[in-house]
């Protein structure tokens, strides 16, 4: 059975940094993408950046420059680098690992609160 453990989240302050990290197991097909999501209270999940093959998608204007993603889906990994957070930026974040366009699979999330 195919998990993805997302960890790294936690309370941080404006301005800090955070870093997330995705693995995932079971997996015996190969892996098309892997990507981050978040999700805040009262708003739709948001797509911040993938990895497909060896490529980065672009970020979502709300994170542009401060996150970064990186990672190897060869070794079905990938990790989320967040900078200048802001406490709009207070979200449950996902990763999503991509079997093939339409056969995707869900982490359980990690809670991130940027707040002073």
């Known amino acids: 059975q195919v998990q993805l453990v997302e960890t790294g989240g936690g309370l941080v302050q404006p301005g800090g940094s955070l870093r997330l990290s995705c693995a995932a197991s079971?997996?015996?097909?190969?892996?098309?993408?892997m990507g981050w999501y978040r999700q805040a209270p009262g708003k739709e999940r948001e797509h911040l950046a993938s990895?497909?093959?060896?490529?980065?998608?672009n970020y979502a204007d709300t994170v542009e420059g401060r996150f970064t993603i990186s990672g190897d889906i060869r070794r079905n990994t990938v990790d989320l680098q967040m900078n200048s957070l802001k406490p709009e930026d207070t979200a449950v974040y996902y990763c999503?690992?991509?079997?093939?366009?339409?056969?995707?699979?869900w982490g359980q999330g990690t809670q991130v609160t940027v707040s002073s």
């Open positions: 079971g997996i015996r097909f190969p892996v098309y993408a």
């Open positions: 999503r690992l991509f079997r093939s366009k339409t056969s995707t699979v």
């Open positions: 990895i497909i093959g060896g490529r980065v998608t």
